[in-house]
C-alpha cells in the first residue's frame, strides 16, 4: 500500500495523544490501523467513506486540513468507527505530506481548536 513521504506530529498533538493514551489503552495500535485504513485509502486511493472532511473557511491555502470524523477504537467496544474520537490533520498534496495537528475525545471537546490551526497554517510555514 501507497504511504506518505513524510508524516508528522505537532509537539500539541502528541500531549494530546498522551492525554487520551491514559484513557483509552488501544490509542496507539487504533491509530496506526486509522492511518492505513482511512487516510491512505481517502489520499492516495480517492475512496471516500464519508469519515474524513475538509475544514472550509479558514483562509488560506498553503495546507488543506481535514478532520477525520470516524475513528474505530478497540477501547470504545461497541461504537465501531462512530467513538467520537477526531484527528485534525494538514494534507500537503503537492509535498504528499501529513502532518497531525489535534486528537480529541467529542465528550471532552465540542470541535476542533481553530486558534491553534490558524497560528500554524494561517501563515506559510517553513517545512
Known amino acids: 500500500m501507497n504511504r506518505f513521504s ?12 498522551k492525554a487520551l493514551l491514559r484513557k483509552f489503552r488501544t490509542l496507539e495500535e487504533d491509530f496506526k490501523t ?13 475512496q471516500d467513506n464519508g469519515g474524513i ?6 483562509g488560506f491555502e ?12 478497540r ?10 474520537i477526531r484527528i485534525i490533520y494538514a494534507y500537503y498534496p503537492d509535498e504528499d505530506r501529513l502532518e497531525f495537528v489535534e486528537i480529541y475525545f467529542k465528550a471532552d471537546q465540542a470541535n476542533e481548536n481553530r486558534e491553534r490551526i490558524l497560528a500554524h497554517y494561517g501563515m506559510r510555514r517553513r517545512t
Open 6 to 17: 513524510r508524516v508528522t506530529r505537532l509537539p500539541e498533538f502528541e500531549r494530546d495523544f
Open 34 to 46: 486509522f492511518q492505513n485504513a482511512q487516510l491512505i485509502p481517502f489520499h492516495k486511493l480517492d
Open 53 to 58: 472532511v475538509r475544514i472550509s473557511g479558514l
Open 62 to 73: 498553503n495546507a488543506h486540513i481535514y478532520k477525520a470524523r470516524k475513528f474505530a477504537s
Open 75 to 84: 477501547g470504545l467496544k461497541g461504537r465501531g468507527v462512530m467513538t467520537g
